[in-house]
């Protein structure tokens, strides 16, 4: 299939049926293989829509400069997006992520600016909030409060799934903002009333 944009490559992820991971017959368990996305994370919707609103509100327009602070796949996501649609984008991560992280983030074009690593994502969050305040440029989508954020999966991928197993029992995501979880689960919800919906969350 021919696409004239990579952004059109994101969502409508294949769902694997995992035969040997069934616990007893009857039970069937199925993976949505989200590392297919273009920048190879789930963080790839949300980005998109977080991006595409703000520029359907006029908060991001040409010139703009966005600005987040993060220290994984939403903010390689939001650098493909970026160069994809000539902003430049500034993220704000802790001084200790991995290597791997800053060389993705620098492929993609972005600048990096560094907060104390002791502090953890709240120091980065405070040090973009800063910066934001004395720029007028920039423009933080933070992911963390962005209702785009749950919205992306609530009109995506629920939708993907519903219409691939309609019948699906339980559904089980891993919690890091929470977007990934309410937004599958408020439409899934309403989808099936009787669904259970399970966290994992990250030791």
Do not use: C, W
Request: aromatic share 6%.
């Amino acid at each position: 299939m021919r696409y004239s944009s990579i952004l059109e490559t994101i969502g409508n992820t294949p769902l694997v049926e995992l035969k040997s991971f069934s616990p007893r017959p009857g039970v069937q368990i199925f993976a949505k293989l989200e590392g297919v996305n273009p920048s190879g994370s789930i963080k790839d919707r949300i980005a998109k829509r977080m991006i595409e609103e703000a520029e359907a509100s006029g908060k991001l327009k040409p010139g703009s400069i966005l600005l987040e602070p993060t220290s994984g796949n939403t903010g390689i996501a939001l650098a493909m997006i970026a160069r994809v649609k000539g902003y430049k984008f500034v993220a704000v991560m802790p001084d200790n992520v991995t290597r791997e992280r800053r060389q993705l983030l620098e492929l993609y074009g972005a600048d990096i600016i560094f907060s104390d690593g002791s502090q953890g994502s709240n120091g980065a969050v405070r040090l973009a909030q800063e910066l934001a305040r004395k720029d007028e440029r920039y423009v933080m989508l933070y992911q963390y409060g962005n209702q785009a954020n749950p919205d992306a999966h609530y009109y995506g991928t629920a939708v993907e799934i519903i219409n691939d197993l309609p019948d699906l029992d339980v559904f089980v995501a891993g919690l890091g903002t929470g977007g990934t979880l309410t937004g599958n689960a408020r439409r899934l919800k309403e989808h099936n009333p009787a669904i259970r919906i399970i966290a994992a969350e990250p030791m």
